[in-house]
């Protein structure tokens, strides 16, 4: 015996079937940690670690006012004190005290081995000169110009690693895309919303490497935000790469 449905059944069910694909997307805010010792004293920083600065803690908490009608189901950071932190002083400038601060290793920046901690010129300089550039000038203007691609780097870095404990590109990339897909995954099976990552600026640039045909030419500024969608069918979208409306908008 055939069921037959009326019209008014069949559109409350289309209703249905259609809230259930948008409530399934997860929209991810992607940011960079807030300024840090190394970074205003211009040495590197990988696995190493320093703490915000006033100016690293006022940028946080401008984006967290600039992103206070956005309610995060979730909230992650890396293991990393100053990504961590970050994602602490954005929740407080939220008003948002009961989201819990996720850790992940994953999200890591980029090790930088024999070069942790040392200036910045003596761990470019080098990687330089083995991409064939006279200086850590030159290349950062053919980065610039999208000349130079962001995994050409990571690579350079490992390559003159003396030690052999700094990561390759493909290592960096790899599990930044792991991290981030379980995180989505996550967040879908909650029913889909909005998330919060924390993560460090070469770590970032080599996820997005991979996920957008324009070649990334610009290290993501302190905070910066870059959205991510993910669909009900399992695709990431990049919505918008290093944007600092957020920050404006919570100054």
């Given at each position: 015996m055939r069921l037959l449905l009326k019209p008014l059944t069949i559109f409350i069910l289309f209703i249905l079937s259609i809230s259930n694909v948008f409530a399934t997307e997860v929209t991810i805010y992607l940011t960079r940690h807030g300024k840090t010792m190394f970074n205003t004293v211009h040495r590197a920083q990988g696995w190493s670690?320093?703490?915000?600065?006033?100016?690293?803690?006022d940028v946080a908490q401008q984006l967290g006012r600039g992103l206070k009608g956005t309610p995060f189901i979730a909230v992650y950071s890396s293991d990393l004190g100053r990504a961590r932190q970050t994602a602490r002083v954005i929740l407080n400038a939220q008003g948002d005290t009961t989201n819990p601060v996720i850790e992940m290793p994953g999200l890591r920046e980029s090790c930088f081995g024999i070069y942790e901690g040392d200036l910045d010129p003596n761990m470019w300089n080098p990687a330089a000169k083995h991409l064939g550039y006279a200086s850590s000038d030159a290349l950062m203007a053919e980065f610039s110009a999208g000349k130079v691609n962001i995994s050409k780097?990571?690579?350079?870095?490992?390559?003159v690693d003396t030690i052999n404990m700094a990561e390759n590109y493909v290592?960096?990339?790899?599990?930044?895309?792991?991290?981030?897909?379980?995180?989505?995954?996550?967040?879908?099976?909650?029913?889909?919303?909005d998330v919060l990552i924390v993560s460090h600026g070469v770590a970032i640039s080599a996820l997005l490497n991979e996920m957008t045909d324009k070649p990334i030419d610009t290290p993501p500024a302190n905070a910066s935000v870059s959205k991510i969608r993910y669909t009900s069918d399992g695709k990431f979208i990049v919505e918008s790469i290093n944007d600092m409306?957020?920050?404006?908008?919570g100054k």
């Amino acid at each position: 015996m055939r069921l037959l449905l009326k019209p008014l059944t069949i559109f409350i069910l289309f209703i249905l079937s259609i809230s259930n694909v948008f409530a399934t997307e997860v929209t991810i805010y992607l940011t960079r940690h807030g300024k840090t010792m190394f970074n205003t004293v211009h040495r590197a920083q990988g696995w190493s670690d320093t703490p915000l600065t006033q100016a690293g803690i006022d940028v946080a908490q401008q984006l967290g006012r600039g992103l206070k009608g956005t309610p995060f189901i979730a909230v992650y950071s890396s293991d990393l004190g100053r990504a961590r932190q970050t994602a602490r002083v954005i929740l407080n400038a939220q008003g948002d005290t009961t989201n819990p601060v996720i850790e992940m290793p994953g999200l890591r920046e980029s090790c930088f081995g024999i070069y942790e901690g040392d200036l910045d010129p003596n761990m470019w300089n080098p990687a330089a000169k083995h991409l064939g550039y006279a200086s850590s000038d030159a290349l950062m203007a053919e980065f610039s110009a999208g000349k130079v691609n962001i995994s050409k780097m990571i690579d350079a870095i490992a390559a003159v690693d003396t030690i052999n404990m700094a990561e390759n590109y493909v290592t960096v990339r790899d599990r930044m895309k792991t991290s981030l897909k379980t995180i989505a995954e996550s967040a879908q099976k909650q029913g889909g919303g909005d998330v919060l990552i924390v993560s460090h600026g070469v770590a970032i640039s080599a996820l997005l490497n991979e996920m957008t045909d324009k070649p990334i030419d610009t290290p993501p500024a302190n905070a910066s935000v870059s959205k991510i969608r993910y669909t009900s069918d399992g695709k990431f979208i990049v919505e918008s790469i290093n944007d600092m409306s957020y920050v404006e908008k919570g100054k």
